[in-house]
């Protein structure tokens, strides 16, 4: 079973620091995706990496797709409140189905 | 563009009743699948529609629970005999056929408070 292991679970920061949030499987995705997901609305798509190696750049957040497309790193710049929310990885499985790590969930204090 | 719309947005009922949640997804979306929510956790898969394959059912937690996609748009969750372990929040997604990168587009949800 193909699984993707999201961490931490849990993360509270001061506005203004730096984080990385981590997403990991013992298997090969053909791509992955990241969401923000803020309370009272569904998760939105902020990026999909395809390529291994691939680094994507959002504003202040930039998306790291590994070499062997395992796993996929989310790190944030300064971090500002707006930026709190349950980020979510997710891939197609070998049935082509999409699969969801259960999330880090982030509080930026201000 | 019109996104994913569910309805009803909140749903309060008696345990035992039977509830009926609706998704519209995004028009030409051949991808559908229900989620659940529970407070303050992630995603929790429950069923999967994909044009006009059998749906992947794998994840309906029991026989209460079913769903079912209407000419391959509109779906409902219909959950009966409902239990107060139901309560949650009922996400609904649809995405493209796009085979390599499938974007989910979801919708905000249908809270279930089962009293």
């Known amino acids: 079973t193909q699984l993707l292991e999201q961490s931490p679970q849990f993360l509270s920061i001061q506005e203004g620091e730096n984080l990385t949030v981590y997403c990991n499987s013992s298997?090969?995705?053909?791509?992955l995706q990241w969401y923000r997901q803020e309370p009272g609305e569904g998760p939105v798509l902020l990026v999909t990496?395809?390529?291994?190696?691939e680094v994507k750049k959002l504003k202040r957040l930039t998306f790291q797709f590994g070499d062997a497309r395992k796993d996929s790193s989310l790190h944030i710049t300064a971090a500002q409140p707006g930026d709190t929310g349950l980020y979510l990885c997710?891939?197609?499985?070998?049935?082509?189905?999409?699969?969801f790590g259960k999330g880090t969930r982030l509080h930026i204090l201000p | 563009g019109a996104g994913v719309s569910q309805s009803p947005s909140n749903k309060v009922t008696e345990k035992g009743k039977d509830v009926e949640l609706r998704c519209d997804p995004i028009?030409?979306?051949?991808?559908l699948y229900w989620y659940r929510q529970s407070l303050g956790q992630g995603l929790e898969f429950l069923i999967y529609?994909?044009?006009?394959?059998?749906?992947?059912k794998s994840g309906l937690p029991s026989d209460r629970f079913s769903a079912e996609r209407t000419g391959g748009s509109v779906s409902t969750l219909t959950i009966q005999r409902t239990q107060q372990e139901d309560s949650a929040v009922y996400l609904c997604?649809?995405?493209?056929?796009?085979?390599?990168?499938?974007?989910?587009?979801f919708g905000d949800g249908t809270r279930l408070s089962i009293l």
């Open positions: 997604a649809s995405s493209p056929s796009d085979p390599e990168f499938r974007p989910q587009h």
């Open positions: 298997s090969v995705f053909s791509s």
């Open positions: 990496v395809v390529t291994g190696g």
């Open positions: 997710a891939g197609p499985n070998r049935d082509d189905k999409i699969i």
């Open positions: 028009s030409g979306h051949t991808a």
């Open positions: 529609f994909q044009g006009n394959s059998a749906p992947d």
